[in-house]
Structure formats: structure tokens, C-alpha cells
């Protein structure tokens, strides 16, 4: 029946949990239901009846960790265990548990053409993919992550959808041709009809936190979501979840990727903001990777190497009000009064190693050193540390770019720009085939390596390195006001941490020579960490006591912590 506003309701007890059906607009073919729940046929198949109410939970009792306490793991539910399922994440969350992960960020799991993909092109933005053990998969995953005290993190697509499969467009306005996004048009949040368009991806995030349990949601991309209305699409997603939380007494976080540098994403509604709870900042990683391996291609020609990663230690933003000239304009504003735990930094993700051609991990472009250094980097931040998949035990698998469509033009079309994307790099091959089974297969987690070698000790490491960054007060005390830096040379950096009397000095050595430095700090020092230990695999025997102004010797791409009073 029609109801307002290009609605139209049926209420009937034919569809029962498990029942197949379509949707016939004005008698043409029969389609999926935009807000189809299951999809087990794919994308072009019908569409599968669920009770989500149906599922027992066993979580009463969890509560979601503060933002500040988590240390978060991004994995692609696909290639990260053997069988590429929920149940492949769910039986190796002892791992996560042993290594002192508190959450971890799911790439998107909305259904997505066959079974192959990163996730960003889901076109059914309310059905868990068939293929990973749709809905019931999902939330008994979320359920064994409670029990293990793991928050569960989901990223979530709001600024496009993929090109299979997508009859979204014949149910009602839900594009625009006002606007375009780097995937096709915009989805329509601020022209005519936008108000169910708006709706239906507000209701999608409610059903993840409410009916899933999942605890924080990583909105991709925030900055293709074009919305010029009074009230931001995000800032609206804001209240709906406030709303959810004062129902429910659940705790729910949502995170952003953004790189506009704007801080009215991340800042509250009364200073004019979104209301989001934090952000990636990618100039983190960019400023790292450019210290660490001096490449100036693409978007790191805009970083200068250790001069930016000691601002964006200071600053979060490195370009805040200045001139880029890789965007050949002043482009972002200073992220006064935001606080350390409204940040998400990484040495490495999806986008930074599936971006490469190759698709090349930190662990096969830089020594086991640098590995760690990088690692120390990010962990002694005074923001919230995220780790990708395997990168603990230096997996050297790569992480390649794969998708699955069952379109052969656009397979073709995926697989040509793939390789002129790439036109410029011939001399380091041809662009794999995201088509090819083969390259999703070697993107696989290699689990057997992390009782070998250094892969083994690499595993140590971050373990404990994570058991510091969890239990010593200072590094859990993500205040901004408490951290300085000082750059010496092109290749070493000193970060002071302090919360209250205690105080922390970290010395990083991204050269690959030998360096001897003062702390200029009227105190003395005692070791806390020597990433070039011995028993990291390294030959450095670092000074256990430092008398107040003897200098500190540091070994090649290493980084030494020192503790001492602040009072």
C-alpha cells in the first residue's frame, strides 16, 4: 500500500525467518530488497528473510572499553584466517587476546559481488556477506569477542556504493547528480528526497550497534560524504546514536577517516562540531613512512620526513592552516583543544599497503629494525595506537587490491584500471590481476610463520611492547599537554611523555648509524626499553642508569624509553 512520501508498506505472515523473496516496481523484473538482510544467492539474487532478535547473546555483562584504553587490530574478515569467515576470526581470538589487543576494526562486511573483496563495494549496505556466515556469523563473533574482552569495531561505507548489484537507484532518489565522488555519483543526503535517504544509512548504523552489539563504527571516507544541508548527515548519525545509548546503557564510538584536517568532524555539537569521537590520521603515517624509507611519490612529496612526524607528535594535523603543495593550496586548521584519544594512528593499513601495486607490507621494505622502530613509533604516541593484520610477526605476505565481479565488462574495466593506474611502474612489473584467485590467495595470513625465526621474535616483541603501552601510566595517558619534542639532526627524534610525577624520554634513531644525545632533562635516567636488545635480535647493550647530562647511545633504526621523576 502507498504510504507518504514514495513509501509503500505490506504487512503479511508469508515471509517467515528463511523465506526468499523480491520486490516488482510497477510489474517490471523482480529485484533484491534494498534493505535485504541476507543476500545467499549474491547480488542479484533474492533476498533472504532474518530474525535478528533470534540470535542469544551471552554479552550481559560486557561493556565497551574507554577510547583511550583501546589498542586496535584492522583485519579483512577474508585473509585473515584460512577459512576467510567470522568463525576464522572467532577461533583465533586468543591470539589477539595473548597479544593485548582491546578491539578490533572489521573491514566492511555489507554484501559485496562473489566472494572476494576488500568490502568497499558492497551494494546491500544491511546484509552481513553470505560468504564470511552472514548475519548469525557476525553476532555470534561479536559475542565470543565480548567474552575474550575485545571490543569489535565495524567499518561502515556512507559515501558510495559499489557498481554490481546496485538497484538502489530504481527504489528512489538515493543518488545525486549535484556532486561526484572519486566511485561514481554521490549518494543523495541534501537534495530533494534525501530525507529517507538520510534515514535508511542512519537506521543501518543503529542495526550494527543495536542488533549486532558492535561497539564502535569506522565511517569510510566521511569526506565524500557531500551534505550542505543545516544539519550535517554525521552530525544527525550523532544524535541517533545518543539516542541508542540512552536506551540502551551501551557505550558506542564512531571513528571517522577523514583527510580534510578539519577539526568540526571530531569536535562536539557546542562548538559547532559533528559529534564524532575520533579520527584517522593518516599525515601520522605518511610522516613516518617518508622518515623511515625517505619515499617522496605521490602525497609523501608533501612530507619532509622527521621535522613533520615531530609536529604531528605535537600538532596531530602536519598541515593545519599551511601551504601544501601537493594539493597546491593552505589547507587544514589546528587541532586546538581535541584530545589525544580523538586520534588513530598506524605504521601501516589497508589503504597504505593495498594502494601499492605490489601491495608490499612494511616488512619487506624496510630492515627488522625499522619494523620495530615503526612499531615503537606508533605505540609511543599520545594517541590510539592501530596495528594491521600479521603485521606482529612481520608477516611479508603482501596485501593485494581483489575483487570478484561476476560482470565480465566490469571485471575487465577493474582490471585495466588496475594496470594503467600503475602504467609508470613497468620496471617493477605487471599490476597483479584483481581478478585472479591466485592474488587473493597470496594476500593470506601465513599463521604457521609466527613460530619461526624472527618472525617469532618479532611476535615477543609487540607483545611486549603492547603490555608497556597498556600498563605504564604515563603511555596510557593520552593528554597532549604532557608530550614534547625535539628533532636532532635529520634522523633522530626525542619524545618527552609526562602524566603527573612521572616521566618518560624516548630516544628514536631513524639513521642508520650510531647516535650519542643529552636529554637536556636535570635528572637521571634508568631504562625502561631498548628495542635493539638482545634478545630482540639486536646487538646494542643499552646503559640501565643515565646520570643527568651523560649522553644516551642509541643503535641504528632503534628506539631507547627512559624513565625518571618529574617532581
Known amino acids: 500500500q502507498p504510504y507518504d512520501r514514495g ?48 540470535f542469544q547473546w551471552s554479552d550481559g555483562s560486557w561493556r565497551n572499553h574507554a577510547l583511550q584504553n583501546y589498542i586496535l587490530y584492522e583485519l579483512h574478515t577474508g585473509t585473515f584466517s584460512p577459512d576467510g569467515t ?112 538520510r534515514h535508511y544509512f542512519i537506521e543501518n548504523a543503529l542495526m550494527w550497534l543495536r542488533d549486532f552489539h558492535v561497539d564502535a563504527l569506522r565511517l569510510d571516507a566521511v569526506h565524500a560524504i557531500k551534505d550542505f544541508s543545516a544539519v550535517h548527515l554525521l552530525r ?7 539516542a541508542l545509548e540512552e536506551a540502551t546503557g551501551r557505550k558506542h564510538y564512531l571513528i571517522v577517516e577523514s583527510d580534510l584536517n578539519d577539526h568540526r568532524f571530531i569536535n562536539p555539537p557546542e562548538k ?44 596531530a594535523y602536519v598541515y593545519d592552516g599551511q601551504y601544501s603543495p601537493h594539493r597546491d ?3 587544514g586548521i589546528p587541532a586546538t583543544g581535541n584530545e589525544g584519544r580523538q586520534f588513530v594512528v598506524f605504521s601501516q593499513n589497508h589503504d597504505q599497503v593495498g594502494n601499492r601495486m605490489l601491495g608490499e607490507r612494511t616488512s619487506s621494505l624496510v630492515s627488522f629494525e625499522m619494523q620495530k622502530l615503526l612499531a615503537g613509533a606508533v605505540m609511543l ?40 593506474e600503475f602504467a609508470a611502474f613497468h620496471a617493477e ?28 621474535i618479532m611476535l615477543s616483541f609487540y607483545k611486549e611492547l603492547l603490555v608497556l603501552r597498556r600498563s605504564d601510566p604515563v603511555f596510557s595517558h593520552l593528554d597532549r599537554s604532557g608530550v614534547s619534542v625535539e628533532t636532532r639532526g635529520a634522523g633522530l627524534l626525542i619524545l618527552r611523555r609526562w602524566a603527573g610525577e612521572r616521566a618518560r ?41 643515565v646520570s643527568n647530562g651523560q649522553p644516551v647511545s642509541i643503535a641504528p633504526e632503534s628506539f631507547l624509553i627512559y624513565s625518571h621523576s618529574n617532581a
Open 7 to 54: 513509501y509503500w508498506a505490506l504487512e503479511t505472515k508469508t515471509l517467515t525467518p528463511g523465506s526468499r523473496y523480491r520486490f516488482s516496481i510497477d510489474g517490471n523484473d523482480p529485484l533484491p530488497d534494498p534493505a535485504s538482510l541476507a543476500q545467499p544467492g549474491g547480488v542479484h539474487g533474492a533476498s533472504q528473510a532474518v530474525d535478528l532478535s533470534a
Open 86 to 197: 567470522f568463525a576464522g576470526i572467532e577461533s583465533r581470538l586468543d591470539h589477539l587476546v595473548d597479544l593485548g589487543v582491546t578491539a578490533i576494526e572489521i573491514m566492511p562486511v555489507a554484501q559485496f559481488p562473489g566472494e572476494r573483496n576488500w568490502g568497499y563495494d558492497g551494494v546491500y549496505p544491511f546484509a552481513a556477506q553470505h560468504s564470511y556466515g552472514g548475519a548469525e556469523g557476525l553476532q555470534r563473533l561479536v559475542d565470543a569477542c565480548h567474552q575474550k574482552g575485545i571490543a569489535v569495531v565495524l567499518d561502515v561505507v556512507y559515501n558510495h556504493l559499489g557498481p554490481e548489484g546496485n538497484y538502489l537507484g530504481t527504489y528512489g532518489p538515493y543518488f545525486t547528480d549535484k556532486y561526484k565522488t572519486p566511485w561514481g555519483h554521490a549518494l543523495n543526503f541534501d537534495d530533494a528526497g534525501s530525507d529517507g535517504v
Open 236 to 242: 544527525e548519525l550523532r544524535q541517533a546514536v545518543d
Open 272 to 315: 559547532g562540531g559533528y559529534g564524532m569521537d575520533a579520527q584517522w590520521i593518516d599525515e601520522f603515517h605518511h610522516a613516518l613512512r617518508v622518515t623511515a624509507t625517505g619515499e617522496k611519490t605521490g602525497y609523501y612529496a608533501d612530507f619532509s620526513g622527521i621535522a613533520h612526524l615531530a609536529k604531528t607528535y605535537r600538532d
Open 329 to 331: 593550496r593552505t589547507f
Open 381 to 420: 604516541s599520545p594517541y590510539v595506537p592501530m596495528l594491521f593484520m600479521g603485521e606482529e610477526w612481520a608477516e611479508p605476505a603482501p596485501f593485494l587490491y581483489f575483487v570478484s565481479h561476476t560482470d565480465p565488462d566490469l571485471a575487465e574495466a577493474v582490471r585495466q584500471g588496475r594496470k594503467s
Open 429 to 456: 612489473g605487471e599490476a597483479p590481476d584483481p581478478m585472479s584467485v591466485d592474488t587473493f590467495a597470496k594476500s593470506r595470513l601465513q599463521w604457521d610463520l609466527r613460530n619461526e625465526g624472527q618472525h617469532r
Open 505 to 545: 624520554v624516548c630516544f628514536l634513531n631513524f639513521s642508520k648509524h650510531q647516535e650519542l644525545a643529552t636529554a637536556n632533562i636535570a635528572k637521571d635516567l634508568s631504562l625502561v626499553f631498548d628495542s635493539a636488545a638482545e634478545k630482540w635480535s639486536g646487538g646494542h647493550v643499552a646503559d640501565e642508569q
